[in-house]
């Protein structure tokens, strides 16, 4: 990889991204190979020319978490209190993935 600035084409690394966004908020395998392929994508999408597209990055994840959780509280609403183990099992699913992501607390207040 190199570090130099290039050009990037954000949809089709956003699909890469995604990809493996899902599967860790999920909680699926994901390859080492995979895991470090997508972090050279992140730092070629955030050094990108002419223009670094971090804000963009961050604002596609941040939409993706948001649309998760709307999806999440859809189920959690349509279940019955008797399903009360269950709902705690999907939060700490989420919450588990969350910590992979390693996410600025404070930026997505």
Request: glycine share 2%; hydrophobic share 40%; aromatic share 12%.
């Amino acid at each position: 990889m190199s570090l130099k600035p290039r050009m990037v084409n954000f949809d089709e690394t956003w699909n890469k991204l995604l990809t493996t966004i899902k599967a860790v908020v999920m909680l699926d395998y994901v390859e080492r190979a995979t895991w470090n392929d997508r972090f050279s994508d992140i730092y070629a999408l955030c050094v990108a020319y002419p223009e670094p597209l971090g804000e963009k990055l961050y604002t596609e994840t941040k939409i993706f978490l948001e649309n998760h959780v709307r999806q999440l509280y859809k189920v959690i609403v349509s279940i019955e209190e008797r399903c009360l183990l269950f709902l705690t099992h999907q939060f700490v699913k989420y919450m588990c993935s969350c910590v992979q992501f390693g996410l600025n607390q404070n930026r997505l207040c």
